[in-house]
């Protein structure tokens, strides 16, 4: 990847007029918004410039540019939306990333927590017996106790689920902001958001598990779209 593609690549916040955290996006649609009006960029003092101020600014030193016929433009980390309120609320989807960032990459039957790689999704009613791919009905597990499970549900196989799996209440762009490595300048559009603890804490046990973080931050943003 060559350091333009890299630096249009980086993710940026979208915040609201409410200085509120909307959504995630990539730098390249960021300086779309940012053309087409839709969006200001935010600097380190929080004042929001047109994209032609922007443009014209003196980029600081710690900044990514992208090069333009213009000069060197830098990278905004922090975009605020000029008229909608929100996005569009995207909801969370149902995948392996979410279930195990939901359970903290603990198998919900012993407890033990584990990479990514060394977990499965576990239907608590086995799919064999018509249990759904819900966030009612599937939960992360080691591979061990999803041998030991097998077809059966857990009052058979006389094991217990630590807790009851729920649909989490946290949006996309809340699991994905606080995955560690976010930039500095987002912290203070990111500590108010509902949920923010939880997911704060569940991504420290992501990060304990050894997850991959790069994997899983372009797993996250190719879901938020
Ligand atoms: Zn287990």
Redesign the pocket.
């Known amino acids: 990847m060559s350091g333009a593609t890299r630096a249009l690549a980086t993710q940026v916040l979208v915040i609201n007029r409410h200085m509120q955290a909307v959504h995630i996006t990539t730098a390249r649609r960021a300086f779309v918004l940012l053309w087409t009006d839709i969006a200001r960029a935010l600097d380190s003092t929080w004042v929001a410039h047109t994209f032609d101020a922007w443009a014209e600014r003196d980029s600081a030193p710690h900044e990514a540019t992208v090069g333009t016929s213009r000069g060197p433009i830098a990278v905004p980390r922090v975009v605020q939306l000029v008229t909608y309120d929100r996005m569009p609320r995207a909801t969370l989807r149902l995948t392996r990333r979410n279930i195990f960032l939901r359970d903290g990459h603990t198998?919900?039957?012993?407890?033990?927590r584990a990479t990514p790689r060394d977990l499965n999704l576990d239907h608590v009613m086995p799919r064999s017996r018509g249990g759904p791919m819900s966030w009612d009905n599937v939960v992360c597990?080691?591979?061990?106790?999803?041998l030991?499970k097998g077809g059966r549900t857990p009052p058979e196989a006389n094991m217990r689920l630590l807790k009851k799996p729920v649909r989490p209440r946290w949006s996309p762009i809340l699991a994905l902001a606080f995955a560690p490595g976010r930039p500095p300048e987002w912290e203070p559009f990111l500590a108010n958001l509902q949920g923010a603890r939880e997911l704060a804490a569940l991504w420290a046990d992501a990060e304990a598990a050894g997850a991959l973080h790069a994997e899983l931050r372009a797993e996250a943003l190719a879901e938020t779209g």
């Open positions: 198998c919900q039957y012993c407890g033990r597990s080691c591979r061990a106790c999803n030991r």
